[in-house]
DNA sequence: GTGAAAGCGCTAACAC
DNA sequence: GTGTTAGCGCTTTCAC
């Protein structure tokens, strides 16, 4: 008995178990087969460690059961949970994540996209970076946007109302007598950080408050560098693109000797785990990010199902008051 | 002109441009032809919008350029990391990853494996729950396995020096006169945890130090948790099985009145972006967990290149000191 | 330099 | 029930 080289194939089975290889993918694949046939392909499967070869199914199926997904950033809490909601969805319809970072380059983005695309029966794209038009290009397949809008284009998009929670926390200041807000901004190409903005712009016109507005972007480290053009600008109050961002600025404070929220109130965005343990505890708007994940595979499946029926989910999303907001300091 | 259903292959280019389908794929590859004929071929496959199918290409060339991930926990900020390494490094090599989550389940784990084997040219199994010898029937392929010891099977490994790491922070309390320490245990599979755990054990050992073991898991919950028991137990100082466990002990204390470091020192691992930006900045024993990622595609590419060839990589831990540790407490 | 044809490993008609 | 065979879409000999 010969060892076999390459990796055993159908064919190998089928000769060591002296059935041809129908009779073994039927067996493999449990359709109804003399029982003594079975044992037979088993025996021969087993003693060649024979393991099907995926590839060849797919090819054959017409479909890989693989999603694409692209994120900007891999490290960033906010895209693992999204990316733990989707693995935990696709995952019990027997559909497995092709995962990529666009390193927040859109270069990258393209050059992945298409990519993905050529192995995967759909793609999530989370909070993609390039323009619209662009992105209409690639919606030829399955496809998926979240925290993005696509307009009138033929592919869906799952995501929160970023524009109501941050109408939402600026009520909340408002109340609380801030009268100067600060806006820690996220990265320029971020769709979500513009709705963010835009509602930030709104609330403030409406509540007659000022409205500083301070580039940062979506690390702490950003929010800490962005310490100083807020304490230039006299805010009482900021709200940070995310609580990432909150946390950098909070440590900031804290080194400059100021206490939150006693001299500076301070609001996130995501409700990552961490940010109920900070000190104080930070509030925050809270996205159902994980339900974003889930939400956006059921839109990707009704495309799989029926081609060009998309669709568009904005999920709630809920302010968290803890102890990082309180009343204005009094001004003179 | 007819629209063509179905997605057009490379029969439909290669009639459209009148030539063979042998052209059109060298052209499409970039191999030496015609310029009349590339151009041809070019237009009719941008006219076609066509797109080569990813699953045959695969299945010819008898690669798929697919690395299958399995973490016991996608939402778990470490992992993460290690992740964006992985993708990072894998993808200046044109491989992609294919990422699935097993929940801390053994059972998952298991299903899991076998189906990305399917796919996959090679596995990165990070921390692994399952037992050794179960391990051991998959290394038939490409296999490496991150903060887990592989004995002498044909799997590589890449990971930390755990034990070094909790030796150098238990020094460093010893120094500070701690004489009872608390450890807050990991998830009970994980072979990082019983690592750090025997390396406490031998430390306390050798510095004759008291030690009182607390099981709690992998998340800020977890350490929350654990409070009550550490209390009890009267210890000065406390060690977590990572950053992530000490974050919600600390905000346990804080809750109880207690301050860090001057009531309890307190101190993680891993080094997660937010330590250095908690109140206390949490002392904690910094792993490359990134560089793991890095180190684990090599390992694996070597395995790719030359079946059979494993290695086993370990890389350095770094004390990093900050707030969260200090002098013991004056005991009467 | 180009085309015809074989074949990657598998499944699904289709005959028997 | 089981075997034979034709593909799935692509690349790559091998002739020409």
Redesign the pocket.
């Known amino acids: 008995m010969y060892e076999v080289i ?9 000769r060591a178990a ?12 449990g ?8 044992r037979r392909v088993r025996a021969a499967a087993a003693e060649l460690h ?8 797919s ?4 479909a890989t059961r693989l999603i694409g997904v692209l994120v900007p950033d891999l490290g960033n809490p906010s895209f693992s949970e999204l990316l733990r909601g989707l693995a935990d969805a696709t995952g019990t319809h027997g559909h497995r994540l092709l995962v990529a970072d666009s390193k927040e380059s859109q270069d990258e983005e393209r050059a992945l996209i298409h990519e993905l695309a050529l192995h995967c029966d759909g793609l999530v794209l989370c909070s993609p970076r390039l323009p619209l038009e662009e992105l209409a290009r690639f919606a030829v397949g399955p496809l998926v946007c979240t925290n993005r809008e696509v307009g009138g284009l033929s592919m869906s998009s799952a995501g929160v109302d970023s524009y109501a929670g941050m109408t939402e926390v600026v009520r909340h200041l408002a109340t609380l007598g801030h009268r100067h807000i600060g806006y820690l901004a996220g990265p320029p190409d971020s769709w979500s950080n513009a709705e963010r903005q835009r509602a930030l712009g709104d609330s403030a016109a409406a509540l007659r408050l000022q409205v500083t507005v301070v580039q940062a972007g979506s690390t702490s480290d950003d929010g800490h560098r962005a310490l100083p053009a807020l304490l230039a600008a006299g805010v009482t109050a900021v709200v940070a693109f995310n609580d990432l961002v909150a946390i950098g600025l909070l440590a900031g404070l804290r080194e400059q000797g100021l206490d939150v929220p006693r001299d500076v109130s301070l609001a996130g965005f995501d409700d990552i785990p961490v940010a109920q343990f900070l000190a104080p505890p930070l509030t925050t708007v809270r996205l159902p990010t994980e339900e974003v994940g889930r939400q956006a595979w059921e839109l990707l499946r009704e495309q799989l199902q029926q081609a060009g029926r998309h669709g568009t989910v904005r999920l709630p999303t809920e302010l968290v008051v803890r102890g990082s907001t309180g009343p204005a300091p009094d001004t003179v």
């Open positions: 390459r990796k055993p194939t159908i064919v190998d089975v089928a002296q059935v041809s290889t129908a009779t073994v993918s039927r067996v493999l694949n359709r109804r087969v003399d029982p003594e046939l079975v024979y393991r099907p070869n995926g590839t060849a199914r090819l054959q199926a017409g």
